[in-house]
């Protein structure tokens, strides 16, 4: 069996991040992979109309440097227990950022949280992760934000 080598993890701190989180740590550690922590600002809609302080100078700088900090924080742990694990921000829609990781840096396994959706619509994946599983050109690990058992098995559709 192929083991994954170059992992990537969606972390956009939604509940259940830290679960897919330290599922992503075991299994860079079991495999010696390379952990990569991702995480995509969305760029509101109100920049298009210019009513956002986003477009200001230093505005953008600021906030995806506060988001990098914070991952560069969420790591230090992960990194002092042996894992090769490094952090980036990235700015666009989540799933197209993803996939554009994925094919530059050729990842072989994406993971990430269920982004669930409410409402009368109420599924257990949300167009982030619907979007992942179509067109990523690689496997992606869409993990339940409420599961904190261990698996035996798991069940994949090819």
């Known amino acids: 069996m192929e083991r994954f080598k170059n992992i990537l993890v969606l972390y956009d701190r939604k509940v259940g991040d830290e679960a897919s989180l330290d599922r992503a740590t075991t299994l860079a550690r079991l495999n010696s992979a390379k952990l990569t922590v991702v995480d995509v600002i969305e760029i509101p809609s109100s920049v298009l109309f210019g009513s956002s302080k986003w477009g200001e100078v230093g505005g953008r700088e600021s906030f995806i440097a506060e988001r990098q900090s914070h991952l560069d924080r969420l790591i230090h742990s992960i990194r002092q227990s042996g894992v090769d694990v490094c952090a980036s921000v990235l700015v666009g829609k989540s799933f197209q950022e993803v996939i554009r990781a994925v094919l530059r840096d050729r990842y072989d396994l994406v993971i990430m949280t269920a982004d669930a959706l409410q409402g009368y619509r109420h599924s257990s994946l949300g167009p982030i992760s619907l979007n992942l599983l179509i067109k990523c050109p690689c496997p992606v690990w869409v ?8 698996f035996q098995r798991i069940l994949a559709a090819l």
């Not at 993990?143 to 261990?150: A, D, E």
Request: no cysteine; charged share 40%; aromatic share 0%.
């Open 143 to 150: 993990m339940q934000p409420k599961t904190g058992r261990r």
